[in-house]
């Protein structure tokens, strides 16, 4: 059984940092991409971040901001956000897939609950 957890979301003030973290476990291992999505209310699902192997990803909107990384050992993944602004207020979450192509650009076969982000203006 896969299961993806998220946690380290909260309330931070604008141009505070917050650390994300997505514990894996199961089938899930350092062959399997893994990403960072994120969904605020009335708006699409947004791709963040994703990490294949040692390559890294970034959406436009994040790059510069956040950074993803992960630790193999803990099959764990973590997204480190800074300069956060109220728009990027939300609730995250962590997907994983074998395919980076359908990870990144369709949809992750395996997803976390997700975590609330809250930036103050």
Wanted: net charge positive.
């Amino acid at each position: 059984q896969v299961q993806l957890v998220e946690s380290g979301g909260g309330l931070v003030r604008a141009g505070g940092s917050l650390n994300l973290s997505c514990a894996a476990s199961g089938r899930i291992s350092r062959n399997y991409a893994m990403a960072w999505f994120r969904q605020a209310p009335r708006n699409e699902r947004e791709r963040l971040a994703a990490v294949f192997y040692t390559s890294t990803y970034y959406a436009d909107s994040v790059k510069g901001r956040f950074t993803i990384s992960r630790d193999n050992a803990k099959n764990t993944v973590y997204l480190q956000m800074s300069s956060l602004k109220p728009e990027d207020t939300a609730v995250y979450y962590c997907a994983a897939d074998l395919s980076f192509d359908r990870l990144w650009y369709d949809n992750p076969q395996y997803w976390g609950q997700g975590t609330q982000v809250t930036v103050s203006s």
